[in-house]
């Protein structure tokens, strides 16, 4: 099992976290190797990666669940893999402090199967990236869209 978090503090109200971080279109296109995503209904979608791993091109698909909604300050998920034998799950977490939200985003996956030995080192190399730069990458996007537009 690999698990990895990462926090950043957006100059912006909980709310406005909340309002972007609650829809999951808003956020699903930045997260690495994304391809596209099916939304099933308002808790579940289907989503596809690809990408290249030394050199071999890998396409994977995906189930996210919401599982918890706290508004605002909490959305937690689940991850289910259908073309790759893999489960997890992960949470977004917003706190307001002095004018400033503090996000995290927390990702955790486990692979199973023959292929988990193999690929459990990898994940565990790849997730702590893939959180941070989704995490940053929802922070920015709030920021462009809190500034004042001249």
Request: cysteine-free; glycine content about 6%.
């Amino acid at each position: 099992m690999a698990i990895a978090s990462h926090s950043v503090t957006i100059p912006a109200s909980v709310e406005n976290v909340w309002n972007y971080v609650s829809q999951i279109e808003n956020w699903a296109t930045m997260v690495p190797a994304y391809k596209e995503h099916e939304q099933i209904d308002e808790h579940k979608s289907v989503w596809t990666f690809e990408g290249n791993f030394k050199g071999l091109k890998k396409t994977v698909k995906m189930e996210l669940n919401i599982t918890e909604f706290h508004e605002p300050s909490m959305i937690r998920f689940e991850l289910n893999g259908i073309t790759d034998n893999f489960t997890g799950s992960g949470e977004f977490t917003a706190e307001e402090m002095d004018g400033n939200t503090s996000m995290m985003g927390t990702l955790e996956v486990n692979a199973g199967g023959l292929a988990g030995a193999v690929l459990s080192p990898v994940i565990k190399m790849v997730l702590p990236k893939v959180t941070t730069r989704l995490t940053e990458k929802i922070a920015r996007q709030i920021n462009r869209e809190e500034l004042p537009v001249s």
